[in-house]
């Protein structure tokens, strides 16, 4: 029989490294946390091989003292926790004490540190992982901390076997300084890569300089269509920045969020970053952001996974009402016109499809609801006025038709720029299918399908937030078979279920009874909707999959009440339709996420024929 015992400490640091050293990457993540918990100002990291031959990261913070020097290498040695209610309310990225000795556990590590300000006081910790003894001596190093590591796996190459190219792996080097930059714009970057230089990134002192940096790391275009984020409620504020609809990526490769300055991943922000995209992004399409949530430290475990990727909240329902409801409203504000971009701004060698958004800096409108349309914009038309082949605009679009006839005068341009709508005025309607209009910036195009199927779906979305949701009995109540934890929940949120259409009662432990389910969809699989919703429930704290459900009912009644395409529009109808548009929210994309017009300025015009040159 096999006896219990206890584990050597050097088999034990090596477990725990491979809990926390997964790559170079990971040993350079734990490294500059450490840099900044010590208050550094300057990073610069020094990788060679992509990190597995060496990995260097120096910085000018507080250091360690030399009587520290070799206890930081120990397990469970740290100076950021001394108590549970410490470890309750983290403020700090590193705190596990597990990091120095994890890795020097399978490298050879050597850590020099000096907290005065002579650079001949410094004092250096050489440690290797065979056999963790820990010798300190006497090393000129100015103030702050430098930790080298060498032969990264040397003694376990099991781990060396999984490693990738050097060109995979410093990638992730490269990805893992981003993300540091990002959350720290106050901090200098500096990372050389075989003795090359990288990236280099100063510090940032004001707004402007903190958005070159977004723009230096994410990218000209990405900052350029951006929605600016800020609001705070309670104790919970959000600030950052999102990514137009039309800006979208075929991956999730360029999406940041960071909690009180610690990047995460979670489903739950996740799911309402997806929520708040649902019906203005293209299918297969993923949202681009970089967004930083700061809440009470108490109010957020991040004691959850040894690599601090994950977080915890004390109230996820809150968390995740309060990240939908502001990137929901922040991406409903869009107006074509807002502002536009400038080529002055940045350089990004690419003509903008749309406008570039600002929200103004100090929170987001509280308007609530939709902006009112009004319904009798237009007289009835002359006798005669219109063709047979105009569309007659139902109540779901526009109501009435116009009082002049297509080959009317169209407003001219007044030469100031407060008196030319943001999408100008319609001059010709392009194969029965888009309209071209003149703005102060140039070309405006209009897909017309598109643009008045988003108009018609929100003006039912507001009819129907208006009127509420109406419930419809089934005719023979069905009984479904649950878990214990979905009928707790069923009759725990069986208010808020009702308020959504949703009644339910209980059939015992394991069983609920479904009595009545939104009229409008009545005809639908009432079995599955319940059980998507209630898995909702219990992973997120709520659900969108009834509001979703009627979102696309409504999105496919607003696309076949739209106008066609090949149906000729005369120039006021064509007016009356980009006014529209810019009244209405989500204009800038149709209910299946395409784009629903482009800006072509006069730059842009030049440059295809080589005007200037």
């Given at each position: 029989m096999v006896s219990i015992r206890i584990?050597?400490?050097?088999?034990?640091?090596q477990i725990a490294a491979g809990e926390v050293v997964e790559r170079p990457a990971s040993v350079v993540k734990e490294a500059v946390e450490?840099?900044?918990?010590?208050?550094?100002?300057?990073?610069?990291?020094?990788?060679?091989?992509?990190?597995?031959r060496l990995l260097r990261v120096r910085d000018d913070g507080l250091g360690i003292a030399e009587s520290d020097l070799a206890l930081s290498l120990a397990r469970h040695a740290t100076s950021k926790i001394d108590s549970i209610e410490d470890l309750e309310a983290v403020a700090s990225l590193g705190f596990r004490g597990e990091a120095l000795a994890s890795i020097a556990s399978v490298s050879r590590l050597l850590l020099t540190a000096n907290q005065d300000e002579d650079s001949s006081l410094g004092h250096q910790a050489l440690c290797e992982g065979r056999e963790m003894a820990v010798t300190v001596r006497p090393a000129?190093?100015?103030?702050?901390?430098?930790?080298?590591?060498?032969?990264?796996?040397y003694n376990t190459p099991a781990r060396r076997k999984f490693l990738r190219t050097d060109k995979t792996e410093y990638g992730h080097v490269y990805e893992v300084i981003k993300r540091q930059a990002l959350s720290r714009p106050d901090v200098s970057f500096t990372l050389r890569h075989n003795g090359k230089q990288t990236l280099q990134l100063a510090a940032a002192e004001n707004e402007a300089q903190r958005a070159r940096r977004v723009a230096q790391i994410c990218g000209a275009e990405f900052a350029e269509h951006t929605v600016p984020i800020q609001r705070e409620a309670g104790d919970l504020r959000l600030w950052g920045w999102v990514a137009e609809p039309t800006f979208s990526r075929s991956q999730a490769d360029l999406q940041y969020f960071f909690v009180n300055g610690r990047v995460i991943r979670d489903k739950l922000v996740s799911h309402a970053i997806r929520?708040?995209?649902?019906?203005?992004?293209?299918?297969?399409?993923?949202?681009?952001?970089?967004?930083?949530?700061?809440?009470?430290?108490a109010a957020v475990d991040v004691n959850v996974h040894p690599t601090k990727h994950e977080v915890r909240f004390r109230n996820s329902r809150a968390v995740h009402d309060f990240l939908f409801g502001t990137l929901s409203r922040a991406l409903a504000d869009v107006r074509p016109g807002q502002s536009v971009p400038t080529n002055e701004t940045f350089d990004s060698g690419q003509s903008p499809h749309q406008s570039s958004i600002g929200l103004p800096i100090g929170g987001l409108s509280s308007t609530e609801g939709f902006s009112e349309f009004n319904q009798n914009r237009f007289e009835a038309p002359p006798a005669g006025g219109t063709d047979s082949q105009s569309p007659a605009f139902s109540a779901q679009g526009w109501r009435g038709n116009v009082s002049q006839p297509s080959s009317s005068p169209q407003p001219e341009f007044s030469g100031e720029p407060a008196d030319i709508p943001p999408l100008g005025f319609a001059i010709a309607q392009l194969h029965g299918v888009y309209i071209l209009a003149e703005n102060q910036h140039g070309l405006v195009v209009v897909d017309m399908h598109a643009a008045h199927?988003?108009?018609?779906?929100?003006?039912?979305?507001?009819?129907?937030?208006?009127?509420?949701?109406?419930?419809?009995?089934?005719?023979?109540?069905?009984?479904?078979a649950v878990s214990?934890?979905?009928?707790?929940?069923?009759?725990e949120q069986s208010d808020e279920l009702a308020?959504?259409?949703?009644?339910?009662?209980?059939?015992?432990?394991?069983?609920?009874?479904?009595?009545?389910?939104?009229?409008?969809?009545?005809?639908?699989?009432?079995?599955?909707?319940?059980?998507d919703v209630l898995s909702d429930l219990l992973m997120f704290g709520t659900s969108d999959r009834i509001s979703s459900s009627l979102d696309a009912l409504l999105s496919t009644m607003a696309c076949h009440g739209s106008v066609r395409a090949n149906r000729r529009l005369s120039l006021p109808e064509m007016n009356a339709l980009l006014r529209d548009m810019e009244e209405t929210e989500r204009s800038g994309q149709c209910n299946h996420g395409r784009p629903t017009w482009v800006q072509q300025g006069m730059v842009d015009l030049d440059r295809l024929f080589l005007r200037g040159r």
């Open positions: 584990l050597e400490p050097r088999l034990a640091n450490n840099s900044l918990d010590a208050g550094a100002k300057r990073v610069e990291v020094d990788v060679e091989a992509g990190g597995v000129p190093h100015p103030r702050g901390t430098t930790l080298e590591v060498r032969d990264l796996f929520q708040a995209y649902r019906d203005v992004l293209f299918h297969g399409r993923h949202p681009a952001f970089v967004l930083f949530l700061e809440v009470d430290p199927e988003r108009i018609t779906y929100e003006r039912l979305k507001q009819a129907r937030d208006s009127n509420g949701i109406t419930r419809q009995p089934l005719l023979v109540p069905q009984t479904l214990n934890r979905e009928a707790a929940i069923a009759m308020a959504l259409g949703l009644l339910l009662d209980a059939s015992g432990e394991e069983s609920v009874i479904i009595r009545e389910v939104p009229a409008a969809l009545i005809n639908g699989d009432a079995e599955a909707l319940v059980r």
